[in-house]
Antibody
Framework: EVQLVQSGAEVKKPGESLRISCKGS????????ISWVRQMPGKGLEWMGR????????DYSPSFQGHVTISVDKSISTAYLHWSSLKASDTAIYYC??????????WGQGTLVTVSS | DIQMTQSPSSLSASVGDRVIITCQAS??????LNWYQQKPGKAPKLLIY???NLKTGVPSRFSGSGSGTDFTFTISSLQPEDIATYYC?????????FGQGTKLEIK
């Protein structure tokens, strides 16, 4: 069974760094791209970017380029989303998602990030 | 970026009604369109992928159609458990983009 399991909720202060994770299982992890999606409180879904776990090649939405970094450690089937300096406006739920060979998309359960002084 | 114009933004319908949500892309996205259902506090749940393919386990009252720039999502007979927000998503061109969502309520 394909599963994406994300790390737990985080509470951080502005200016702090953070890395959240998304671990894939039940499929050949290096073969399928992983996307990250943001959902701000009470708002819709925004695609942030994606990574190819096979070669770590990334694509970013222009809206997020330079604000976050997507990385991967294929040896442990885990993708990451990293901030070097959080802002209050980064408060949101972040989801990882992966499209499989069937065309089906699988999503993680989401990670709530709260940034507050 | 491809703009996905989803309508209506909210909808109130009765149990048993046929519900239709549309999504229009600002350019041709072939058939690379998903439909999601999201309930409060939950992750989005994929219902339809590649425009018209029903995800395994999803009730057959949900369906999708369309091609190019115009797409339709239909619930043939609304059930109380269908109360949620629905989103379309294109994945033909980067950056992938979502519609703004349709909040569905029971009348």
């Amino acid at each position: 069974e394909v599963q994406l399991v994300q790390s737990g909720a985080e509470v951080k202060k502005p200016g702090e760094s953070l890395r959240i994770s998304c671990k894939g299982s039940g499929y050949t992890f290096p073969n399928y791209l992983i996307s990250w999606v943001r959902q701000m409180p009470g708002k819709g879904l925004e695609w942030m970017g994606r990574i190819d776990p096979g070669d770590s090649y990334t694509d970013y939405s222009p809206s997020f380029q330079g604000h976050v970094t997507i990385s991967v450690d294929k040896s442990i089937s885990t993708a990451y989303l990293h901030w070097s300096s959080l802002k209050a406006s980064d408060t949101a739920i972040y989801y990882c998602a992966s499209r499989q060979y069937t065309g089906d998309w699988y999503w993680g359960q989401g990670t709530l990030v709260t940034v507050s002084s | 970026d491809i703009q996905m114009t989803q309508s209506p933004s909210s909808l109130s319908a009765s149990v048993g009604d046929r519900v239709i949500i549309t999504c229009q892309a600002s350019q041709d996205i072939t058939n690379y369109l998903n439909w999601y259902q999201q309930k409060p506090g939950k992750a989005p749940k994929l219902l339809i992928y590649d425009t018209s393919n029903l995800k395994t386990g999803v009730p057959s009252r949900f369906s999708g159609s369309g091609s190019g720039t115009d797409f339709t999502f239909t619930i043939s007979s609304l059930q109380p458990e269908d109360i949620a927000t629905y989103y379309c998503q294109q994945y033909d061109n980067l950056p992938y983009t979502f519609g703004q969502g349709t909040k569905l309520e029971i009348k």
